[in-house]
DNA sequence: CGCAGGAGAGAACGCTCGTTCTCGCCTCAT
DNA sequence: ATGAGGCGAGAACGAGCGTTCTCTCCTGCG
């Protein structure tokens, strides 16, 4: 048996490609076996079914994502511009010609409601976002309340770009994370919000 | 034949709760004549396929929101309130029971990958929803730049709302909001910034 | 009163899909 | 070399779904 490891891999990238362009539901496992190369045997040795594939789908999006975005930040030093290079990283990402929005928040759409295992997973992965975002934020010195709205900047940016078929949504929500960040920078030392 | 016109509307109404709740392609037409109390014949006669049942169920669902909304704005006076009040509908929409994020959104992750219909019609939502929004942002005075912002964060809300499963997000989104309002209030009165 | 036409209930049809089974082939230990 | 075991290819199976058909009943008009 080659490598269980490198053919499950092989199999949930496969599914990656496809779950994310066309929707979990609108891919048979048939589509799964001829990208992937695997046989449906093989599969369903693999993963014992469908969902499992998807949830491994999902779980495999997070942690790629996540480095990816961490991976850019990185090259930044100083906490502010680290802030400010996450607005960037979803440009490029927004920029790739396969952008079709967050798999989490397609997936949430598509089986939130029969699926609570997706929801879970799509929580998860929001909710590390958004930690890690506001661990960004208050390495600057200002609140997680700041953190919280960019946030809602970024998610409404991915969906925005999705929809409309633009990397624009990327700039406009750097420059109001910018006036934000300028906001939260002035008067807000002394009175604390008590947020989170 | 009892009003066709009332009949569809029943039907789309049926459809709107099962789609919006469950996702579209886990509702079958089974689903629909049961809750619409309308037999299978009549469905197929009031609307030729499933998929034209489902472009319905979105037209009449962005018709229902726009007027939603703006019923509630114009309860305010001032267009700097009612900026405002777009946010605190959307705390209001977000504490319904059975919210689950928004429809067009959702309908996009679902189906975007293989119906341009779909996409187009989320593309329109959207739209009105931006070109809405940024006309009550210009009626302040204030450029258009800051309704493409505060769009975002409607748009993160919405998202963020839905998957958190708290009203939290509208809150966050106003208080950022206002900080936004008051950003562009000062000194962007006389340098243009030549977007859109 | 009788009949035609439309409506409803539900069976039926054809297709898709998730999952399993069959069969033939290749591999490798003895 | 040989037999057994595991693999790939694809058929098969059972369920679900979109769509249509059948049959029966009710209604309304002559």
Same mark, same amino acid.
């Given at each position: &048996?080659?490598? $269980?490891?490198a053919?499950q ?6 599914? !990656?490609?496809?779950f994310? #362009?066309? @929707?979990?539901?609108?891919?048979? &496992? ?6 992937? %190369?695997?046989s449906?045997k ?8 469908? !969902?499992? =594939?998807?949830?491994?789908? =999902? ?30 990283? /979803? ?9 079709? %929005?967050?798999?989490?928040?397609n #997936?949430?759409? !598509?089986l939130?409601?029969? #699926?609570p295992?997706?929801v879970?997973?799509? $929580?998860?992965?929001k ?9 960004l ?8 309340? =700041? @953190?919280?709205? =960019?946030?809602? /900047?970024?998610? @409404? ?14 700039t406009? *929500?750097?420059?109001?994370a910018? /006036?934000? &960040?300028? *906001? ?13």
């Amino acid at each position: &048996m080659p490598d $269980r490891e490198a053919a499950q891999d092989q199999a949930i990238s496969a599914a !990656e490609d496809l779950f994310y #362009s066309r @929707g979990i539901q609108a891919v048979g &496992m048939d589509a799964v076996r001829d990208a992937s %190369g695997l046989s449906l045997k093989r599969l369903y040795q693999l993963f014992p079914s469908k !969902e499992a =594939l998807v949830l491994q789908f =999902l779980n495999r999006r997070d942690r790629q994502w996540r480095q990816a975005l961490a991976h850019h930040v990185d090259t930044h030093t100083t906490p502010e511009e680290q802030v400010i290079a996450v607005f960037e990283w /979803l440009h490029t990402w927004f920029s790739k010609p396969d952008y079709r %929005g967050c798999a989490f928040i397609n #997936s949430f759409g !598509e089986l939130g409601g029969i #699926s609570p295992e997706v929801v879970a997973q799509a $929580r998860r992965h929001k909710q590390a976002f958004r930690d890690y975002l506001v661990a960004l934020v208050t390495a600057t010195g200002r609140p997680a309340t =700041l @953190g919280d709205q =960019l946030v809602l /900047l970024a998610e @409404g940016a991915i969906t925005t770009a999705a929809i409309t078929g633009t990397s624009q949504p990327a700039t406009q *929500a750097r420059d109001a994370a910018r /006036l934000l &960040m300028l *906001a939260y920078s002035r008067h807000d030392r002394a009175h604390s919000d008590g947020s989170q």
